[in-house]
């Protein structure tokens, strides 16, 4: 028997050693000791091999475009939601296109081959979801690329917007998106929350809402989101991101909200790297963190995926596309250092984010040949080091190779 392609040798994240033997798109085996001759080989010997990285949440539309025409000077949520309404008139489709090209060839790289990307449908041409459309077709059977239609000026705030997110749909886009908290008022933001839902019940969509991302601990949307998600039977299937209001809302409050969310099975999708820089901007000290109550959440049972959110855009000046620079960032501030929860943090971003998309995912017999090797023995030490990602498979096509950096200390130690 001959393969087109065997990982040999490597160590899976749960610490088991194995043997993956790859057919065209497919994973044929997963065993020690394989033996069969193969076109390729790649000797993983004592290295991680783990399914690819997925990215929960992401702005494609906006990737890349840092400075332009200006930076945010506060730091803040608002001023970059400014910003991008500066550049949104005199960006071209073609240069969104270039953009995000540039962003999935980096994050591809980085061994990331899914990502859920809000894309913002309140530009009237729409500009951004063809973009973003031409962008999923040319990455497909190399990146999962899943579109959510976000309207970023508000379904009601922004003029004809909520008839925006239905043409983007009919165009194409996946998922159904919202922006409650940027409403004009919390009674506006619960509407948008309610017709999000509906739109999504109607058309047998998932939804993923941008849901209390301020330091207002009164914002109450997630909990209208986990109502609507039982009202209308979308158990599932429905996404909060960001959340970060429940880091300043009162604890009584917290442990009726928790249970809520839990029942509704509304997954969460914290981004740190990004809300650890625009949170807590109004405050004195102290300061908030900007982050949800991702240990609380995780321990009611709730799907929680950190996600990456933005690199180099308005809102954020850095960013690689490293899911495991976000799950550093995530496991810092979430306090998330036991050996446990470390390897917890590495599945936010791999398997628990692939569950949100409702990805075909994971190293197992008859799975999409879809892996990463990287250059540390485990989830942990991946964490600690985000080392070189050796080799990239993607569909059973080596997609990107690293050779890692070399250092000699020269010093006499
Ligand atoms: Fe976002």
Known sequence: M???LIVKGGVLPDGTQADIAISGAQ???VELGISADAKTVIDASGKLVSAPFVDAHFHMDATLSYGRPRVNASGTLLEGIALWGELKPIQTREEIVARALEYCRQAIGKGVLAIRSHVDVTDPELKT?????EVRDRMRGLLDLQLVAFPQDGWYRAEGAEAQVVRALDAGVDVVGGIPHFERTMADGAASVRAACELAAQRGLMVDLHCDESDDPMSRHV????AETVRLGLQGRVAGSHLTSMHSMDNYYVAKLIPL???AQVAAIPNPLINITLQGRMDNYPKRRGMTRVPELRAAGITVAFGQDCVRDPWYPLGSG???DVAHMGLHVAH???PDDMRA???MVTETPAHILGLDYGLKKGGRASLVVLDAPDPIEALRLRPARLHVVSNGRVVAQTVPASTTVLADI
Do not use: G, K, P, W
């Open 345 to 347: 943090a590495y599945d």
């Open 129 to 133: 979801v063809e973009a973003l459309l």
């Open 27 to 29: 994973i044929a085996a």
């Open 261 to 263: 969310m839990a029942e």
């Open 2 to 4: 001959s393969f087109d």
């Open 223 to 226: 909990e209208t989101l986990a």
């Open 322 to 324: 490293d899911m495991l």
């Open 336 to 338: 998330m250092t036991s």
